[in-house]
């Protein structure tokens, strides 16, 4: 019996069949403990999914007010996943926690192999991140901003130059990076910004309603080139929408969360299936009710209106 | 979690503090150059103060035989602008927060403290750029330095206060969510801080109450120290104001760094 060579699978492939016996499972278990294999066997065939993202009973209070409400979920190594909910279900609040940007209240987390809470620095480099709102600096031009990038996560200076090229390529930017951000359409920030968020070449791609305000066109060619860049390096993307239609098309895999607590999960098709519904929009609303969500105004949409009726000033 | 160095769980990474600092550092100087209707505009009200309180007040001040207002009154002026640029550079954050490019380094994987020093760095030379042309103008109006060989010692106090007061609105802007309490800060800090520092009033013969008021404001010892080493008549000595300001600043910077690190987005 051949033994399997581990540290190659793990670094290669993301699903990956191994025709064995218990004894590859226990190996396998044994010399890649962090790597939380899931075990699927199907007729004498163990199915091993590698997850790169693990959630454990996380929960998240604030004050009185429960955001997020001890949740599980896995997400497996290369896998385009949706994490869907209404509005203030704790979404962005549970990809705070994941990105280190909020510590949780109870719970563990493992984000490729490390703890957000502990190993801040481990886990920073192994995602990217675009968020709702742009965190492009205006002020600045398409090249300062990818250099920043590139200099923050300590991009090889060598190869600096050749991959923000590349990347602004990709997303057809490359003839504007003497441009200033502040002259460029929503649309054209946002492929900026998933071109930054690629920068570093992370494991994982977070995206928080990447798609707002997006024209069908710009969509498309988004999603078009995730989809390849997540086949070709086996890139796993995280993300949130409010497009049904985009999650049902896009992802392998999704979860569903309302006021704080998973409700459901799994493919379109077998969401779909368990709500005897013709869409994942129609899945959706018999998940999560028509009741329609009145999310508190906080800080930061106070912040918005002030930013709107100041005309965008930065 | 307060530690200059990359704490990264891989001993293999290479700690990229230095080049943290120095990038956003870099960034606030390209910034500031290139909004050249921002300096013009926050030009004018130093330039204001000096036509209108200089000119105006003159004659009175050398009446009571203090001498000459505007070599009094310059080094407050310029100790204003930087007050104002610093503090607002700081406060900034709350914006930068929410809707900037704040949150694209809170996930980068360096320190927080690097990027708190880069950004007070970078906004404490830009509020001595502008202090500086202050000063530039000043002269245009009837300034006069005492000592040439005086101003790299006059720049190093316009850094310590640029420095002093972006590390102290980076620290306001830490713990505000939202430029609601702006208002609050600008009447109930910002601007007694200037009208309590004896940048427009020589300190002498005041009373008991505003000797105290002046004495706690940690711009008194800036102005002070600046007119000292500009036009050569300083209340406390140089040595003194240089070390109780070097002292307040690096309390500021330790307050300032400290609140950074816990803000949660």
Same mark, same amino acid.
């Given at each position: 019996?051949?033994?399997?060579?581990?540290?190659?699978?793990?670094?290669?492939?993301?699903?990956?069949?191994?025709?064995?016996?218990?004894?590859?499972?226990?190996?396998?278990?044994?010399?890649?403990?962090?790597?939380?294999?899931?075990?699927?066997?199907?007729?004498?065939?163990?199915?091993?999914?590698?997850?790169?993202?693990?959630?454990?009973?996380?929960?998240?209070?604030?004050?009185?007010?429960?955001?997020?409400?001890?949740?599980?979920?896995?997400?497996?190594? &290369?896998?385009?996943?949706?994490?869907?909910?209404?509005?203030?279900?704790?979404?962005?609040?549970?990809?705070?926690?994941?990105?280190?940007?909020?510590?949780?209240?109870?719970?563990?987390?493992?984000?490729?192999?490390?703890?957000?809470?502990?190993?801040?620095?481990?886990?920073?480099?192994?995602?990217?991140?675009?968020?709702?709102?742009?965190?492009?600096?205006?002020?600045?031009?398409?090249?300062?901003?990818?250099?920043?990038?590139?200099?923050?996560?300590?991009?090889?200076?060598?190869?600096?130059?050749?991959?923000?090229?590349?990347?602004?390529?990709?997303?057809?930017?490359?003839?504007?990076?003497?441009?200033?951000?502040?002259?460029?359409?929503?649309?054209?920030? %946002?492929?900026?910004?998933?071109?930054?968020?690629?920068?570093?070449?992370?494991?994982?791609?977070?995206?928080?309603?990447?798609?707002?305000?997006?024209?069908?066109?710009?969509?498309?060619?988004?999603?078009?080139?995730?989809?390849?860049?997540?086949?070709?390096?086996?890139?796993?993307?995280?993300?949130?929408?409010?497009?049904?239609?985009?999650?049902?098309?896009?992802?392998?895999?999704?979860?569903?969360?309302?006021? &704080?607590?998973?409700?459901?999960?799994?493919?379109?098709?077998?969401?779909?299936?368990?709500?005897?519904?013709?869409?994942?929009?129609?899945?959706?609303?018999?998940?999560?009710?028509?009741?329609? %969500?009145?999310?508190?105004?906080?800080?930061?949409?106070?912040?918005?209106?002030?930013?709107?009726?100041?005309?965008?000033?930065? | 979690?307060?530690?200059?160095?990359?704490?990264?769980?891989?001993?293999?990474?290479?700690?990229?503090?230095?080049?943290?600092?120095?990038?956003?550092?870099?960034?606030?100087?390209?910034?500031?150059?290139?909004?050249?209707?921002?300096?013009?505009?926050?030009?004018?009200?130093?330039?204001?103060?000096?036509?209108?309180?200089?000119?105006?007040?003159?004659?009175?001040?050398?009446? /009571?035989?203090?001498?000459?207002?505007?070599?009094?009154?310059?080094?407050?002026?310029?100790?204003?602008?930087?007050?104002?640029? =610093?503090?607002?550079?700081?406060?900034?954050?709350?914006?930068?927060?929410?809707?900037?490019?704040?949150?694209?380094?809170?996930? =980068?994987?360096?320190?927080?403290?690097?990027?708190?020093?880069?950004?007070?760095?970078?906004?404490?030379?830009?509020?001595?750029?502008?202090?500086?042309?202050?000063?530039?103008?000043?002269?245009?109006?009837?300034?006069?330095?005492?000592?040439?060989?005086?101003?790299?010692? =006059?720049?190093?106090? $316009?850094?310590?206060?640029?420095?002093?007061?972006? =590390?102290?609105?980076?620290?306001?802007?830490?713990?505000?969510?939202?430029?609601?309490?702006?208002?609050?800060? $600008?009447?109930?800090?910002? $601007?007694?801080?200037?009208?309590?520092?004896?940048?427009?009033?020589?300190?002498?013969?005041?009373?008991? /109450?505003?000797?105290?008021?002046?004495?706690?404001?940690?711009?008194?010892?800036?102005?002070?120290?600046?007119?000292?080493?500009?036009?050569?008549?300083?209340?406390?000595?140089?040595?003194?104001?240089?070390?109780?300001?070097?002292?307040?600043?690096?309390?500021?910077? /330790?307050?300032?760094?400290?609140?950074?690190?816990?803000?949660?987005?």
């Amino acid at each position: 019996m051949q033994f399997p060579r581990l540290v190659e699978i793990r670094s290669s492939l993301t699903k990956f069949y191994y025709e064995s016996s218990a004894f590859a499972k226990f190996h396998v278990m044994l010399k890649d403990p962090i790597c939380h294999l899931t075990c699927l066997s199907a007729t004498g065939i163990i199915f091993l999914v590698a997850n790169i993202i693990s959630v454990k009973n996380l929960t998240k209070k604030f004050d009185v007010f429960t955001a997020v409400d001890d949740i599980s979920f896995d997400v497996g190594k &290369g896998e385009i996943f949706a994490f869907l909910g209404p509005n203030g279900a704790g979404k962005s609040t549970t990809i705070k926690m994941l990105t280190t940007l909020l510590s949780p209240t109870s719970g563990s987390m493992s984000i490729n192999g490390q703890d957000p809470s502990h190993a801040q620095d481990a886990v920073r480099k192994s995602f990217g991140i675009v968020f709702q709102d742009p965190s492009l600096d205006d002020d600045l031009t398409v090249m300062e901003n990818m250099e920043l990038h590139a200099a923050l996560y300590s991009v090889d200076p060598k190869t600096r130059k050749g991959r923000i090229t590349e990347l602004l390529k990709f997303v057809d930017l490359a003839d504007k990076v003497k441009w200033m951000v502040k002259t460029f359409s929503g649309g054209m920030k %946002r492929r900026l910004e998933i071109a930054r968020g690629l920068l570093h070449h992370p494991k994982i791609l977070f995206l928080d309603e990447p798609t707002i305000g997006l024209d069908p066109q710009t969509r498309n060619h988004m999603w078009t080139y995730l989809k390849n860049v997540n086949k070709k390096e086996g890139m796993t993307v995280f993300f949130t929408t409010h497009y049904m239609d985009e999650a049902e098309k896009n992802a392998d895999r999704i979860v569903v969360i309302d006021h &704080g607590k998973i409700i459901a999960q799994g493919t379109p098709i077998e969401l779909k299936k368990k709500t005897n519904s013709k869409t994942l929009e129609d899945a959706f609303l018999s998940l999560t009710g028509h009741e329609i %969500r009145n999310e508190e105004a906080g800080a930061v949409d106070q912040l918005r209106q002030h930013r709107r009726a100041w005309g965008g000033r930065r | 979690m307060i530690s200059l160095g990359n704490t990264g769980e891989h001993g293999e990474e290479e700690d990229n503090t230095m080049e943290t600092i120095y990038t956003l550092w870099k960034r606030q100087v390209i910034k500031y150059f290139r909004s050249r209707s921002r300096i013009v505009g926050s030009l004018a009200q130093p330039l204001l103060y000096l036509l209108a309180f200089g000119y105006g007040f003159g004659s009175v001040f050398s009446k /009571a035989g203090q001498g000459n207002y505007i070599q009094f009154l310059a080094p407050g002026i310029i100790a204003m602008s930087i007050l104002f640029t =610093a503090i607002f550079t700081g406060i900034e954050i709350i914006w930068d927060r929410q809707f900037g490019f704040l949150k694209e380094t809170l996930v =980068a994987p360096v320190s927080r403290l690097s990027i708190m020093l880069g950004r007070t760095l970078g906004g404490a030379t830009v509020a001595t750029v502008q202090g500086t042309i202050v000063l530039v103008l000043a002269m245009f109006v009837g300034f006069r330095f005492t000592n040439y060989s005086q101003v790299p010692l =006059a720049l190093l106090f $316009m850094f310590l206060i640029a420095i002093l007061f972006t =590390a102290m609105g980076t620290a306001i802007a830490s713990v505000l969510e939202d430029m609601q309490g702006f208002q609050l800060i $600008m009447n109930f800090l910002v $601007m007694p801080i200037f009208f309590l520092s004896g940048s427009l009033f020589p300190l002498s013969n005041l009373p008991f /109450a505003m000797v105290i008021a002046t004495r706690i404001d940690p711009m008194t010892y800036g102005i002070d120290g600046l007119r000292g080493v500009l036009g050569g008549i300083a209340q406390f000595g140089i040595t003194l104001d240089l070390l109780v300001l070097g002292g307040i600043t690096a309390l500021f910077l /330790a307050i300032g760094s400290y609140l950074f690190t816990k803000i949660q987005v």
